[in-house]
C-alpha cells in the first residue's frame, strides 16, 4: 500500500507542471465569435503576413529578392523580419489593432509600403485585401527588376484545410477551403506597372518553418537566349509525381516586376454573398482613407499630442512606435516546454492559444510575461477590450501551481527562432508581475470603462486566476526571513559568470549577490510582491470580494521600518540586496594545460579574490535600488525620499542625458563582461521600461503634497524631456527604436526594431501614468 502510495503521489507531483489551473477559462469567445479580430497581421516575425486567430490558421505572407542579387542558399530574400537583412527601416505606421494597417519598408533602391483592410460579412471572418506597392527609393531604379513572392500554407493539423492553384485575371492565385473559413480565393490584382514575368508554385511543403526554403530549392534558372541572361522562376505545380498525387499545402506566386509597382492581393470568403463590389482599385483606396483618418483622430483623443504642442514630426514617429506595437500582436498556438523538480525530463505543456503583442519583430517575436505588462498600458489606453483578452490569454496559460511560464515558444516559426538551449520553462522560476502594473493602470484611468457589465465579466473569471499568480508569488518566492523575497533560479554552482544572472527577474545580468544562497533577498522582487498585494485589494474591492488579506500583505510590505531593516545600507544611505556577497571577483583565462595535451584556448573563468560573507551588497547601486520609490513606498516628508530625488539627479550615479542608466558608474560590475561571450547588458544600458517607473513615480510625488514636490517636478521635467528626445533622434538617425541606448553616447543598441517596452515613449509624451 505504501508503495503504490508513492507512486501515485510521485506520479502525481510529476503532471503538476503541466496541468492546467482549475477553474473556467477566462477566454471564453474567440475565433470566428470575434469577426472583427478574425484575420490580422498576427505573424509579427514577418515583415508581411496575415493568419487568423486559429489554431492551425492557413497563413499569407510575402517574401521578395533583386534578381540580380540573389545569393547562393537563398541569400537576399526577404520574409521573416531578420536583422541581418540590415533594411534601413520596417514598420507599421498606422494600425489600430483591428481593421486595417499600413507598413513602411526601406530596402536598398526600394520603398515598400504594404497595407490591409478588412471587410466584415457572411459567416466565415468576411474578406480582406492587402496593397503591396513598391517604389523607387530616391532615383530610378534602371532595368532592375524585383519579384515579389506572396504565398498561403496550411499545416497539417489544419482543420479539412485544402489549397490548389487557380488563374483569375491572368494571374494564378489560390482556390482553398479549412472547416472555419470554408471556400475561399486569394486573387491578385495588377493595380500599376509591369509584370515582366510570372511564375507560380503549387507544392507540398515540409512544414510552415521551411516556406522560404521550399521557394529556394524549386526556383529555377531558364536562359533566355534572345539576351543571353538567365531568369529565375517558380517552376510550377510539383504535386504531381508518377501515379500518386500529393496534396499541395503551399501555393505561391512569384511576379518579377519593374518599380514602381502595385497589387492587390484579394481575399474573398465563399459565405460572403452580397458583397457590394470587390475590395480593390479605387474601392481599396477609399477605404484605406477613411480608415486612416479615423486613426488619427482616435489617435488624438487618446494621446492628445496636439494639444500638448508636439510638432508633426514627434507625432509621426509616435504614431509609427504605437502601430508597430498594435501591429506586432501576433496570435500563437502550440506547447511549451516546461520543467518541474519532480519531471527527469522537460515536458511538454498543454496546447494553448497565446494573443499577444512581442518586444521585437525581427529577434524576438513572441510572448515575453513581464515585458506583455508593459505593452498593455498602451494597448489598453487604446482599446481595453484587445488588451483584456490579451491579459485572458495569458491567464490562460497559468498551471494548476499558479505558475505562468515567461518565455512564450508557440508553433513551428515560433520555435524556428530559439537557440535549443533556450526554449525549456522551469516552473520554479518567476518573472516581475508586471500585469498587476497594467491592471492599477486600467483602474486609474479607466475606471469607467471597465466596470462596464461584460469587461467586469472577463474580471470576475480573471480573479480566481489572479488570485492564485499572487499567492503563487508569495509562497514559492519567498526568503527564510518574513518579508524577504527571494528570485529563484540563478545558478550557484557556476564559475563561468562573473555574476551568475538572474533571468527571472528581468534584469538578467544586473549585479546581485556573487554568491547565491537561499538567504539572499532580492529588493525589486519584493517591491513587485508589494505592487501585487496593492493591486489585487483594489481589484477585490472593485469585484465586492473580501480584500482584507491583500490589503494586510499590502501594509505589511509598506512598513518602512520593516523595509529599511531588511535592504537599508546606513553606511551608504540606500537600498540594496542581501546576500552572500563580495566585489573581489574577476574574469580570467586559465594557463594553457601543461605539453603534451595540445593547448586549446580555454574559456575565462571567475576567480574569487575575497571570501564573500553574508552582506547588503550595497556597492551595487542602480535600477534595482529604486524600487522602493517605484512603489510610492514613501511618505512624502520622508528623508529617504529626499534622498533617491538626490541620487537621481547625479550624474555620477544614474543620470545621463538620454535617461537614467541602469548601474552606476562607481558600482563595480558597471559595464563588465559577465563572461567572455556575454556583453555588459543591464550593466550600465538605459533601459526605457525601467525609465517610465521612474518617471511614472516622479509623476506621483510631484502631484502629492510635501516638501519635496518641486523637486520630484523639476526632475520629472527634464528627465521625461531627456528620454522623448534621445529616442526620437535615435529614431530619426538610425530608423529604428531600440532595445536599449547607450549611456555615454545615447546611441540605439542591442535588438530593432524593439518597440515592446520602447514604446512606452509614447505614454511618456502623452503623460499617461
Ligand atoms: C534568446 C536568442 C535569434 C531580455 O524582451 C524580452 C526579454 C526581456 O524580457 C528581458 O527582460 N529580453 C531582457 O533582459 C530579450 C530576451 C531574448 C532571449 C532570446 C534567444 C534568439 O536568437
Not at 394 to 409: A, K, Q, S, Y
Not at 440 to 459: K, P
Amino acid at each position: 500500500l505504501g508503495i503504490a502510495c508513492c507512486v501515485g503521489y510521485k506520479g502525481y507531483l510529476e503532471t503538476r507542471v503541466n496541468t492546467p489551473f482549475d477553474s473556467q477559462k477566462v477566454v471564453t469567445k474567440t475565433g470566428l465569435a470575434v469577426p472583427e479580430i478574425y484575420w490580422g497581421s498576427y505573424r509579427p516575425g514577418t515583415y508581411f503576413g496575415l493568419k487568423t486567430r486559429e489554431p492551425y490558421s492557413p497563413v499569407m505572407g510575402l517574401m521578395w529578392y533583386f534578381p540580380s542579387k540573389l545569393g547562393f542558399n537563398g541569400e537576399g530574400i526577404r520574409h521573416w523580419c531578420e536583422q541581418g537583412d540590415n533594411l534601413e527601416h520596417y514598420a507599421w505606421s498606422q494600425h489600430d489593432g483591428k481593421t486595417f494597417g499600413i507598413q513602411n519598408i526601406v530596402d536598398g533602391p526600394v520603398v515598400f509600403r504594404t497595407s490591409f483592410v478588412k471587410r466584415i460579412g457572411g459567416t466565415n471572418g468576411g474578406d480582406w485585401t492587402a496593397r503591396i506597392g513598391v517604389y523607387p527609393n530616391g532615383d530610378a531604379l534602371e532595368d532592375e527588376t524585383i519579384s515579389l513572392v506572396f504565398y498561403t500554407a496550411i499545416e497539417p493539423q489544419t482543420n479539412k484545410g485544402k489549397l490548389a492553384p487557380s488563374t483569375f485575371s491572368h494571374i494564378t492565385g489560390v482556390v482553398g477551403e479549412t472547416k472555419e473559413l470554408g471556400k475561399f480565393v486569394v486573387k491578385y490584382h495588377n493595380i500599376s506597372g509591369r509584370i515582366v514575368r510570372e511564375s507560380y508554385l503549387s507544392v507540398e511543403a515540409k512544414g510552415l518553418q521551411l516556406l522560404k526554403e521550399t521557394i529556394v530549392t524549386t526556383l529555377r534558372v531558364v536562359p533566355d537566349k534572345s539576351t543571353g541572361t538567365r531568369h529565375l522562376v517558380l517552376p510550377g505545380d510539383l504535386t504531381q509525381f508518377k501515379e500518386q498525387q500529393m496534396a499541395p499545402n503551399f501555393v505561391a506566386t512569384q511576379l518579377e516586376v519593374t518599380v514602381p509597382f502595385e497589387m492587390d492581393v484579394v481575399f474573398e470568403s465563399g459565405s460572403f454573398i452580397d458583397r457590394p463590389n470587390t475590395l480593390s482599385g479605387h474601392v481599396y483606396e477609399r477605404e484605406l482613407l477613411q480608415r486612416a483618418d479615423s486613426f488619427h483622430k482616435k489617435f488624438e483623443n487618446t494621446f492628445e499630442l496636439k494639444k500638448k504642442n508636439f510638432t508633426d514630426e514627434y507625432i509621426d514617429f509616435a504614431k509609427i512606435v504605437f502601430s508597430n506595437l498594435i501591429g506586432g500582436i501576433g496570435y500563437f498556438y502550440g506547447a511549451s516546454r516546461v520543467q518541474s523538480e519532480h519531471t527527469q525530463t522537460p515536458v511538454p505543456y498543454w496546447k494553448a492559444p497565446l494573443f499577444t503583442a512581442v518586444p521585437s519583430r525581427s529577434f524576438f517575436p513572441r510572448g515575453f510575461l513581464w515585458d506583455e505588462g508593459f505593452h498593455g498600458l498602451l494597448l489598453a489606453s487604446w482599446d481595453l477590450d484587445l488588451e483584456l483578452d490579451i491579459m485572458s490569454h495569458w491567464f490562460d496559460l497559468m498551471n494548476i501551481e499558479g505558475w505562468i511560464p515567461r518565455e512564450e515558444i508557440l508553433g513551428q516559426e515560433a520555435l524556428a527562432k530559439v537557440p535549443e538551449e533556450f526554449v525549456t520553462q522551469i516552473n520554479s522560476n518567476a518573472n516581475p508581475p508586471t500585469f498587476f502594473l497594467t491592471l492599477r493602470y486600467i483602474i486609474q484611468n479607466y475606471i469607467e470603462r471597465l466596470t462596464e457589465e461584460d469587461r467586469l465579466g472577463a474580471l470576475e473569471r480573471l480573479y480566481p486566476r489572479l488570485v492564485a499568480w499572487f499567492d503563487w508569488f508569495n509562497t514559492t518566492q519567498t526568503g527564510p526571513l518574513p518579508g524577504t523575497y527571494r528570485w529563484r533560479g540563478r545558478d550557484a554552482k557556476t564559475n563561468r559568470e562573473l555574476n551568475p544572472k538572474t533571468l527571472s527577474s528581468g534584469l538578467d545580468d544586473y549585479p546581485r549577490s556573487s554568491h547565491p544562497t537561499d538567504d539572499e533577498r532580492h529588493l525589486d522582487l519584493r517591491c513587485w510582491i508589494m505592487l501585487g498585494a496593492g493591486t489585487l485589494a483594489e481589484i477585490a474591492k472593485l469585484l465586492n470580494r473580501e480584500s482584507y488579506k491583500y490589503m494586510d500583505t499590502f501594509a505589511y510590505l509598506f512598513d518602512p521600518k520593516l523595509l529599511d531593516q531588511l535592504h537599508w545600507s546606513e553606511d551608504l544611505q540606500r537600498y540594496a540586496d542581501y546576500g552572500r556577497h563580495t566585489d573581489d571577483v574577476a574574469l580570467k583565462r586559465p594557463p594553457p594545460p601543461p605539453p603534451p595535451s595540445r593547448p586549446s584556448p580555454q574559456e575565462m573563468v571567475r576567480v574569487v579574490l575575497t571570501e564573500p560573507r553574508d552582506r547588503l551588497v550595497d556597492t551595487t547601486f542602480g535600477y534595482n535600488s529604486l524600487f522602493p520609490f517605484f512603489v510610492h513606498g514613501f511618505s512624502s516628508n520622508s528623508p529617504r525620499l529626499l534622498k533617491m530625488l538626490t541620487d537621481l539627479r547625479n550624474p555620477e550615479l544614474l543620470w545621463t542625458k538620454f535617461g537614467l542608466r541602469s548601474l552606476a558608474k562607481k558600482s563595480p560590475l558597471y559595464n563588465q563582461r559577465n563572461t567572455e561571450h556575454d556583453p555588459p547588458y543591464w550593466r550600465g544600458n538605459i533601459w526605457i521600461n525601467m525609465n517610465y517607473l521612474a518617471l511614472e513615480a516622479l509623476n506621483y510625488y510631484r502631484k502629492l503634497e510635501g516638501p519635496y514636490q518641486q523637486r520630484a517636478q523639476d526632475l520629472y521635467v527634464e528627465l521625461r524631456e531627456n528620454l522623448i528626445s534621445n529616442i526620437y533622434s535615435q529614431y530619426v538617425k538610425t530608423g529604428y527604436v531600440w532595445e536599449h541606448y547607450n549611456p555615454k553616447t545615447g546611441k540605439g543598441q542591442g535588438s530593432h526594431p524593439f518597440t515592446g517596452w520602447t514604446s512606452l515613449v509614447v505614454l511618456m509624451m502623452a503623460e499617461k501614468f
